[in-house]
């Protein structure tokens, strides 16, 4: 089976081509130097970024693949959740596709992707999910910070998730108020790594506390007045690394502790983590440390893999398909609030009348969307 995914719940413009498992093309068009100017993402620029480059991105994508339209046997897009001008351009685009060449279409969760982008390995890169076990997930990037826990294949639960801000957007916040470029949690990594954890004790939010939930907004009030008591500060390079250290240990603290607590009292032996913040490499080496602690095993998504890309919404979408999934109906519109809870197997498409590959194969000629 070969499956044609497009991703941009966001800033990220991706195609992927994905056949039985194996990615053989994966092209990501980075947005990061246009939304750095505002220190954050423009929803509107976004949208019209991904206009621009759609066209450009996909043609690649299945020239690196080197398969023609005709030979695509699905067409997959994120449906949500995310920005919904940029959702709409993926989802219909990918829409369009599949009704004219007679494919069926798959709308893929955007946090089911990245859940499931942990079993992504190798070279050249496949699912591997001969290995599939039950696991605990932590999905951890700029929009979304939860834990689920994964039964099976499509069977998962949702244990908790940010009350506020999540961990990536938190790191965001507070590298703007440190005034470090956007995106801030790479940048504040970088200083961190010249910087001290234990100089300043900043809280760490609900680490106490038993439930499965996150919250991350007091942590940045915290670190906001602080700095206002001490505005000095960010003229001093070196206390500006200490501050990302301790800000970077306080996140990490709580993302690592919550999720291998969850995993004990869910019974599982194994622990997952993907998405953008899962890139950061203070927080896989103390994850890894505190699985190892507790007899845990560790599925880290690759760096590559953990931010915004088409390769795992195609991997999905194929995974479904090969379960029975019937597809999304090509008439289906976007979910900005999509829950994870609520990705389950979803309903037939309608089939495409008097549509044929060959006008597929212009569609993506031409590039009009």
Not at 4 to 32: H, K, Y
Not at 178 to 193: D, I, S
Request: glycine share 10%; hydrophobic share 40%; charged share 20%.
């Amino acid at each position: 089976m070969t499956v044609f995914s497009l991703e941009t719940s966001c800033d990220e413009t991706s195609a992927a081509v994905v056949r039985d498992g194996r990615i053989l093309a994966n092209v990501v068009a980075s947005q990061v130097p246009l939304h750095a100017e505002y220190g954050g993402v423009v929803p509107e620029l976004a949208t019209r970024e991904h206009l621009r480059n759609l066209p450009a991105v996909a043609a690649l994508a299945l020239r690196q693949a080197q398969v023609g339209v005709g030979d695509v046997d699905a067409v997959a897009a994120t449906r949500g959740p995310g920005l919904p001008q940029a959702l709409m351009i993926g989802l219909k685009a990918a829409q369009a596709m599949a009704y004219v060449t007679g494919t069926p279409f798959v709308g893929v969760h955007h946090h089911e992707a990245h859940l499931y982008s942990a079993w992504i390995t190798g070279s050249p890169p496949r699912g591997e999910f001969g290995v599939f076990e039950p696991v605990v997930a932590l999905i951890v990037s700029g929009g979304h910070t939860l834990l689920a826990h994964v039964e099976s294949e499509f069977r998962h639960r949702v244990l908790g998730g940010t009350l506020d801000d999540a961990a990536g957007e938190c790191f965001d916040k507070i590298a703007k108020l440190l005034g470090l470029p956007y995106p801030g949690g790479p940048a504040m990594e970088r200083l961190a790594a010249d910087g001290k954890a234990g100089t300043f004790d900043f809280p760490r939010p609900m680490l106490g506390e038993e439930n499965d939930d996150f919250s991350f907004s007091g942590l940045k009030t915290a670190v906001r007045y602080f700095l206002d008591r001490h505005p000095q500060l960010r003229e001093d390079r070196q206390q500006v690394a200490h501050v990302c250290a301790s800000v970077q240990a306080a996140i990490i603290e709580v993302l690592v502790t919550k999720t291998v607590r969850a995993a004990t009292r869910s019974g599982v032996w194994c622990v997952t983590a993907s998405g953008g913040v899962a890139c950061n490499g203070t927080f896989r080496r103390e994850l890894e440390r505190a699985c190892a602690a507790k007899g845990l095993r560790l599925r880290l998504a690759e760096p590559r893999f953990c931010t915004d890309n088409a390769a795992m919404v195609g991997i999905v979408a194929e995974r479904k398909l090969k379960h029975g999934c019937p597809g999304t109906s090509p008439d289906a519109d976007i979910c900005p609030g999509w829950s994870l809870e609520d990705c389950g197997m979803e309903e037939a498409p309608r089939p495409a009348e008097n549509a044929s590959r060959e006008e597929g194969a212009r569609w993506m000629e031409t590039g009009r969307i």
